[in-house]
C-alpha cells in the first residue's frame, strides 16, 4: 500500500485518504506520494504581487510546502493538490494568481456546486466532459507555471485543474475530499474515484 505526506493532516483529508486506499504517513521523506490541501492564501510576494485581497496568510506553511514540492517533484513522486495546493503548485514552477475572483467562494459556509468541462483524458475517463464540482476559493491560477497545462475550466473560464507535461503531477481546484462519502453531493462527481485513480497510475 503506498504511504503519502499531507502536509496539513487534517481529519478530512486523511479521511479522504484511507478510503482511497493510501496509508498517511509523518515522515515526508519515506512518502511514496505529496499531497498538499486547502487552506489559506499564499504570499503574493512569492509571485511579485502586494498582498493586497489576501487573507489566511501562513509564511511558514508556504515556505514547508515549497520546500515539499522542491524535493518530491526532484525524486519524480507523485504530488496531488487540492485549492491552495494547486496554486501553490504553481507558484512552485514560476506561475502566478489571481488574487481575488468573484463567484466561486462558499456561500453561507456551504461549498458552491459549478459546471466544469474538461479535456483531460483522465478525468475524461471518470467523469465525461461536463461535470459538477464544488468551489471555495477566491484566488486562482493566472499565468501558469513552467510545464503545467490547464485541463478543466469553469464556464467563467476559471482554471479548476492543472496537470505536470511530465512530471506525476496534479492538481485540482475544487475538494474531492468534500464530494465523497458523508460529504456526497446529488448531482456533483464522487471525489474519491479522482483520488484513487491517480495515485493507482503511480
Not at 494568481?97 to 463567484?103: K, N
Not at 507535461?165 to 492538481?171: M, Q, S
Request: aromatic residues 8%; negative net charge; contains cysteine.
Amino acid at each position: 500500500m503506498k504511504t503519502i505526506y499531507c502536509s496539513v493532516p487534517l481529519p478530512n483529508y486523511l479521511d479522504a485518504l484511507h478510503a482511497a486506499g493510501l496509508t498517511p504517513t509523518d515522515e515526508p521523506a519515506r512518502a511514496d506520494a505529496l499531497l498538499l490541501p486547502g487552506g489559506g492564501d499564499l504570499h503574493p510576494r512569492l509571485y511579485g504581487q502586494s498582498s493586497a485581497g489576501c487573507d489566511g496568510i501562513d509564511e511558514a506553511r508556504d515556505a514547508h510546502e515549497l520546500s515539499l514540492v522542491e524535493a518530491f517533484a526532484a525524486q519524480e513522486k507523485p504530488i496531488f493538490g487540492i485549492c491552495r495546493g494547486l496554486q501553490v503548485l504553481n507558484v512552485a514552477f514560476g506561475g502566478t494568481l489571481h488574487r481575488h475572483i468573484d463567484g466561486h467562494s462558499q456561500i453561507g459556509g456551504i461549498d458552491r456546486l459549478h459546471e466544469t468541462h474538461t479535456d483531460d483524458p483522465l478525468m475524461r475517463s471518470l467523469y465525461g466532459e461536463r461535470f459538477l464540482v464544488n468551489s471555495a476559493h477566491h484566488q486562482s491560477a493566472d499565468r501558469l507555471g513552467s510545464g503545467l497545462c490547464a485541463v478543466q475550466w469553469a464556464n467563467d473560464g476559471t482554471v479548476e485543474a492543472l496537470r505536470h507535461r511530465t512530471l506525476p503531477l496534479f492538481a485540482v481546484q475544487w475538494h474531492p475530499e468534500r464530494l465523497c462519502g458523508k460529504f456526497a453531493r446529488s448531482g456533483a462527481v464522487d471525489g474519491l474515484v479522482l483520488l484513487r485513480e491517480f495515485f493507482s497510475a503511480w
